[in-house]
């Protein structure tokens, strides 16, 4: 082999792009990842949207914002005060670059361990397995390979009437960098995006208004967790706006003028600083040279088999650019399945069991079926929950908003679902994925035995409450 052919070749450093790289050296085989992203310090940077503007930054903020709030209105109950609290914003975004550069410094750690060969520039698919990489300086190298991962990931969608601007109007990564706690904070869109990065500078100071074009909050959830997340976020101070449209965006001297339609009809809201979130879509413009055979559906992902296989022999494609949930774990489970199935080996994905979770507080976090889709599709089913008030850990943590909820099937009692909504359930969302995975019962989980005092035991309760028999609570 030359040196600019491969046996894996992966459009993409994100988590499914360069997880499916480690994977597929793993395996032997010898493999590049092509990625032009671009770091802060204007160097190329691995890991994706995720690592570098997303999941990881994204929560180092969270976990600041979090101390910050606790310090000035949560720790009074445990009988610690502070006076005159303040909170330096550029040490806060500091610590969260200086996170950020440990992993991507990581990854290009593993992929030299890996022997991964890095390889920065745009990528352009073209016939024949061959890929064309345009590099910083502009220049253009061919590279081929026997396999294609393409893993290029999602951008976020820009409105034509608020575009981006970097400085009024910003994306995800816009408000992971302001150099100051904005005194009016607009965000367009409820989703995870907004309520994630809008929490964190409600806690820090600033009057944070949410526009959501739908009817229903959190319409993806369970029913009954977005309404507790509801409750919860408005006791918070979040002014969360529903079946509101943006019509028009004009920046000014004083910020951001909105004017948006609601059920009263037009209104106008004025703030500092607007995050768009409304979505993001799969980032291929630029991606399929002519006669390549991979084809892109009407939402612009690349579309895949079961197997992730584009139908073009040696091409594959994973993560945010094809069809199925835009989450990093779902991106990294394909990468690998990918890299296997290439090598020979089973690689499978089970997109029915891939777990929800929204970092605010309290947390959300689900898997499976929600009881309106259950429902829905004429299921005969039951269900338990137990609130986290009548938990003893939860309680001492004081922390005590929300409940598990799990749903069963009525003849067979395998798990259908289990949605929750409270402290740290992203970590015990991670019990139901397995039991769902191993097929498992209400009544499976019922017999397990918890550690007490857990916050887990509110599984156990919910579990058994799905048969009236909880033990902590009147069924």
Not at 251 to 267: H, P, R, W
Not at 384 to 392: D, L, M, R
Request: some cysteine; overall charge neutral.
């Amino acid at each position: 082999m030359s040196e600019q052919t491969y046996d894996v070749l992966i459009i993409g450093a994100g988590p499914a792009g360069y997880v499916a790289a480690i994977r597929a050296a793993q395996l032997g085989m010898k493999t590049a990842c092509i990625d032009d992203f671009i770091g802060k310090d204007g160097k190329p940077a691995l890991g994706g949207t995720c690592l570098n503007i997303g999941c990881i930054p994204s929560k180092a903020l969270l976990d600041s914002s979090k101390q910050f709030h606790n310090l000035t209105h949560g720790f009074e109950a445990h009988g610690i005060s502070a006076k005159d609290a303040k909170i330096d914003v550029g040490t806060m975004v500091g610590r969260k670059d200086k996170i950020v550069k440990q992993f991507t410094g990581g990854i290009t750690s593993l992929f030299k361990a890996n022997k991964v060969t890095a390889i920065s520039g745009f990528a352009t698919l073209k016939a024949n397995r061959v890929v064309s990489v345009k590099a910083a300086d502009g220049k253009s190298t061919d590279y081929s390979a026997t396999n294609i991962i393409i893993a290029t990931g999602s951008s976020p969608i820009e409105l034509p009437f608020a575009k981006f601007d970097g400085k009024h109007i910003v994306d995800n990564a816009g408000a992971l960098d302001f150099s100051e706690t904005p005194k009016r904070l607009g965000v367009i869109g409820a989703g995870v995006i907004g309520l994630e990065l809008g929490s964190v500078w409600k806690r820090l100071g600033s009057e944070v208004t949410i526009l959501e074009a739908l009817p229903d909050f959190l319409s993806t959830a369970d029913a009954d967790i977005a309404k507790v997340a509801a409750r919860e976020f408005k006791k918070q101070g979040l002014d969360i706006r529903l079946g509101a449209k943006l019509g028009k965006a004009e920046v000014g001297k004083n910020g951001v003028t909105l004017t948006y339609t609601d059920a009263k009809g037009e209104q106008t809201l004025e703030v500092d600083k607007l995050l768009v979130a409304v979505g993001r879509r799969a980032a291929t413009k630029g991606l399929l040279g002519d006669n390549t055979g991979v084809k892109l559906d009407d939402r612009g992902r690349v579309e895949v088999d079961e197997h992730n296989w584009t139908g073009v022999e040696g091409i594959w494609a994973a993560g945010d650019c094809v069809r199925g949930p835009m989450l990093a774990h779902k991106g990294s489970e394909e990468g690998i399945a990918v890299a296997e199935l290439i090598a020979g080996k089973a690689g499978h994905v089970n997109l029915d069991t891939i777990p929800w979770v929204i970092y605010t507080e309290p947390e959300l976090a689900w898997v499976g079926q929600t009881e309106a889709q259950v429902k829905e599709a004429g299921i005969p089913y039951k269900t338990g929950s137990f609130p986290f008030a009548a938990i003893g850990r939860a309680v001492a943590m004081n922390e005590t908003a929300g409940h598990v909820k799990i749903i069963a099937h009525a003849e067979t009692d395998r798990i259908l679902g289990v949605h929750m909504v409270g402290p740290v359930v992203s970590e015990l969302i991670a019990e139901a994925v397995v039991t769902m995975e191993f097929k498992g019962s209400a009544e499976d989980l019922a017999r397990i035995v918890h550690a007490h005092p857990t916050l887990s035991e509110a599984v156990h309760e919910a579990a058994l409450s799905v048969d009236k028999r909880s033990i902590h609570k009147a069924n």
